[in-house]
């Protein structure tokens, strides 16, 4: 057996539960709630998406950038009756804090960093939905970052749809609540899961993850999310004209994109790819794919090679560049 597909049987049956049954993993988060009158106005000129819109139970992708246009946090923002909810990777908190209230002048708003108050974990595969409907007890979000609150046995919960499969959620309640939470999953049939084996769905599902796959050097369109991401018709905001610059010049330089390898090595990360001897990328993150049952990465190319079909070589072997998210 190759070394990849050694490491990969340890999470194997965890990949499996999380892509074709219902799995889920507890998963640290950076919480910030935004709260007054003013919230979304101010945030709105704040972000790269549309957020004077979003309507409560809606929420939305953005990325927060400096006025250069380079990227300072990327996560999801949700609407709530009274509260914006801005969810993102872990550790981020004091870094956005910083940076959101600078822009603070008189607006009737208030920042919490909230991360250390719920215990979150993400939901995902076919029957998370059912999952979500009997056992708690209410409608099922359909839409991308659709999201309700509910209460369960006097046990307030945030049910959120995300897109880290064919259905998936972050479920979350107040930390106290967290083992209940992990009973109640278990119960109904889901499977806990290692870190390991959503990391891979992650990236099979070609999602980026501040820290890793994005760092404050990026500019928003390196990362190929532009129509979930950025709102090209929303007025100004901090970074705009950077944004704008480059939508009207056509591309950026390099591109995030999925990359498979020929052999069994998983490349590590900030791997250099090539193509006719030169460098044309790095990885950024990678997993052995049980789905291609070969390595997979997530990697910045080139621009003119960014595209499914080009070939690459790298210290792992040849490799290819591939469409995100699999199928």
Request: glycine share 10%; charged share 25%; aromatic share 6%.
């Amino acid at each position: 057996m190759s070394n990849a597909r050694k490491t990969a049987t340890a999470w194997l049956e965890d990949y499996f539960a999380l892509s074709g049954d219902a799995g889920f993993v507890p998963l640290a988060r950076t919480r910030i709630e935004i709260a007054g009158p003013d919230r979304a106005a101010w945030l709105h000129n704040l972000c790269t998406n549309e957020i004077k819109k979003l309507a409560p139970g809606r929420g939305c992708e953005a990325f927060f950038t400096t006025v250069q246009g380079k990227t300072l946090g990327h996560g999801f923002i949700f609407a709530e009756a009274d509260v914006l909810v801005l969810d993102t990777v872990a550790g981020q908190g004091e870094t956005l804090l910083k940076h959101l209230d600078r822009y603070l002048v008189c607006e009737q708003v208030t920042l919490a960093d909230c991360s250390g108050d719920g215990f979150e974990v993400v939901l995902a595969g076919p029957k998370s939905a059912a999952i979500v409907a009997e056992v708690f007890g209410t409608a099922v979000p359909t839409e991308r970052l659709a999201h309700s609150e509910v209460e369960v046995n006097g046990k307030a919960m945030r049910i959120r749809r995300v897109d880290l499969g064919t259905a998936s959620f972050f479920v979350e309640v107040p930390r106290v609540d967290g083992p209940w939470l992990a009973g109640k999953l278990r119960a109904a049939g889901a499977r806990q899961c290692l870190l390991e084996a959503l990391d891979a769905l992650r990236i099979e599902q070609g999602f980026p993850l501040f820290g890793r796959d994005i760092t404050d050097k990026n500019l928003p369109q390196e990362l190929a999310r532009d129509e979930l991401a950025i709102s090209f018709v929303k007025g100004c905001y901090l970074g705009q004209e950077t944004v704008a610059r480059i939508d009207a010049l056509g591309h950026v330089n390099k591109l995030l994109v999925g990359v498979q390898f020929d052999g069994q090595e998983i490349p590590a990360d900030g791997a250099e790819l090539q193509a006719e001897g030169q460098p044309v990328g790095a990885v950024t993150s990678a997993t052995y794919s049980p789905r291609l049952e070969r390595p997979l990465a997530l990697a910045y190319v080139r621009h003119g090679l960014a595209k499914p079909g080009a070939k690459l070589t790298s210290p792992s072997g040849a490799a290819e560049v591939v469409r995100l998210p699999l199928v």
